[in-house]
T-cell receptor, first 113, second 114 residues
Framework: AQSVSQHNHHVILSEAASLELGCNYS??????LFWYVQYPGQHLQLLLK??????LVKGIKGFEAEFIKSKFSFNLRKPSVQWSDTAEYFC???????????FGKGTKLSVIP | DGGITQSPKYLFRKEGQNVTLSCEQN?????MYWYRQDPGQGLRLIYY???????QKGDIAEGYSVSREKKESFPLTVTSAQKNPTAFYLC?????????????FGDGTRLSIL
């Protein structure tokens, strides 16, 4: 069975600070990895995804994530956060051959102006 | 614009009552999903369907039922057997999922018990 662990429940940063949100997954084979974001009052939307190839993936709004296979990790990063990045962020994993997408419990990010 | 429409936005259920949440998509996606979102729990998969007239249980299917009679529609019924139905319900769709296509989400339905 696949599972996802997000290390931080709530992260509070000042504007311009750097961001790194941790995500570790458990699955024995090839995986597809995703980060989704849920802005206040809006629907869940895709930030970025990893299927194969370059382990450093760039997404929308300046976000990027690095897939480290040996550590079963897919951490999300942004060099300089803005107040508009305040949202809840979800990491998700899909094992090859599985139809199911498994989500982590989410990390709330609050950015203080 | 293509997208996923969930209705109603808010729904109230009396004890012992079944309620049905609507999900319609015009993205021409084959696969559709229902998730339940509780605070601090993330999203948990209730049911999913990869093709019309076929669906499978997810991780927390007990107390729920679905149908997939049309490609565009995937309604979820919360039955009286679901003892803790108060939650935020999200519907999603995607292209054929085995290749890892990302899912697109609706705005959700918030269900509360009276």
């Amino acid at each position: 069975a696949q599972s996802v662990s997000q290390h931080n429940h709530h992260v509070i940063l000042s504007e311009a600070a750097s961001l790194e949100l941790g995500c570790n997954y458990s699955y024995g084979g090839t995986v597809n990895l995703f980060w989704y974001v849920q802005y206040p009052g809006q629907h869940l939307q895709l930030l970025l995804k990893y299927f194969s190839g370059d382990p450093l993936v760039k997404g929308i709004k300046g976000f990027e994530a690095e897939f480290i296979k040996s550590k079963f990790s897919f951490n999300l990063r942004k060099p300089s956060v803005q107040w508009s990045d305040t949202a809840e962020y979800f990491c998700a994993v899909k094992g090859a051959g599985s139809y199911q997408l498994t989500f982590g419990k989410g990390t709330k990010l609050s950015v203080i102006p | 614009d293509g997208g996923i429409t969930q209705s109603p936005k808010y729904l109230f259920r009396k004890e012992g009552q079944n309620v049905t949440l609507s999900c319609e998509q015009n993205l021409n996606h084959d696969a559709m999903y229902w998730y339940r979102q509780d605070p601090g729990q993330g999203l948990r998969l209730i049911y999913y369907s990869q093709i019309v007239n076929d669906f499978q249980k997810g991780d927390i299917a007990e107390g729920y039922s679905v149908s997939r009679e049309k490609k565009e529609s995937f309604p979820l019924t919360v039955t009286s057997a679901q003892k803790n139905p108060t939650a935020f319900y999200l519907c999603a769709s995607s292209l054929p999922n085995l290749s890892g296509q990302p899912q697109h989400f609706g705005d959700g339905t918030r269900l509360s018990i009276l």
